[in-house]
């Protein structure tokens, strides 16, 4: 059984592509003449952020950083910054690139820790957006997609460090969770 069998597709592959080259025109637009840095959030946002940097027609840097709060598939309520940074973002328009938003934690923490190091502005890009579940007013600047409260994976994102690699986000079952 192919792995296309085996679990519900909430976005497909050819949506996730449409959309993302029309956030990229959008970003493009907006940002024109101004010193745009991503910053993707690992382990989830690599296929996004790759993938969106792709879309943007001006010149841009792309770095990344490591957060964790979650366990399974419950958040801890508390972010750790496993990564920081590598390069200075100082006067950079930093866009924060995301796979997901759900309760607002992360992001709202790590749009307040970038704020620190002196950039000219920090935005969000998020891919999903969940927002049934926000417990944070963290900024969403630019969305992908606002979905139901569902546990979804694929496209990067992971239940327990699985399914990272599948090219559509699915939903996961209660049949894949006993796996
Ligand atoms: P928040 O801090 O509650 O907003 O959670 C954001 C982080 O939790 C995301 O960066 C994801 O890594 C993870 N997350 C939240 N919802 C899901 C989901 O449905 N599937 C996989 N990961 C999720
Ligand atoms: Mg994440």
Request: aromatic residues 8%.
């Amino acid at each position: 059984m192919r792995a296309q069998d085996e679990f519900k597709v909430v976005i497909g592959s050819e949506e996730l592509k449409t959309r993302i080259q029309e956030l990229g025109g959008q970003i493009s637009r907006d940002y024109r003449g101004r010193n745009l840095h991503l910053v993707g959030v690992l382990r989830g946002a690599l296929p996004f952020t790759r993938d969106l940097s792709r879309a943007i027609a001006i010149p841009h840097g792309v770095d990344y950083v490591s957060v964790a709060s979650y366990s399974g598939t419950r958040t801890t309520g508390r972010v750790q910054l496993r990564m920081r940074a590598r390069d200075p973002i100082l006067a950079k328009d930093v866009l924060i690139v995301e796979d997901i938003i759900d309760t607002g934690t992360t992001l709202d923490w790590l749009v307040g820790y970038l704020q620190t190091l002196g950039p000219r502005s920090v935005k969000t890009c998020c891919l999903l957006d969940k927002p049934a579940r926000r417990k944070v007013p963290a900024p969403t600047d630019y969305v992908g997609f606002p979905i139901d409260d569902l546990f979804v994976v694929g496209y990067g994102l992971d239940y327990q460090e699985k399914f990272r690699e599948l090219p559509y986000i699915s939903c996961l079952s209660p049949r894949e969770v006993l796996m």
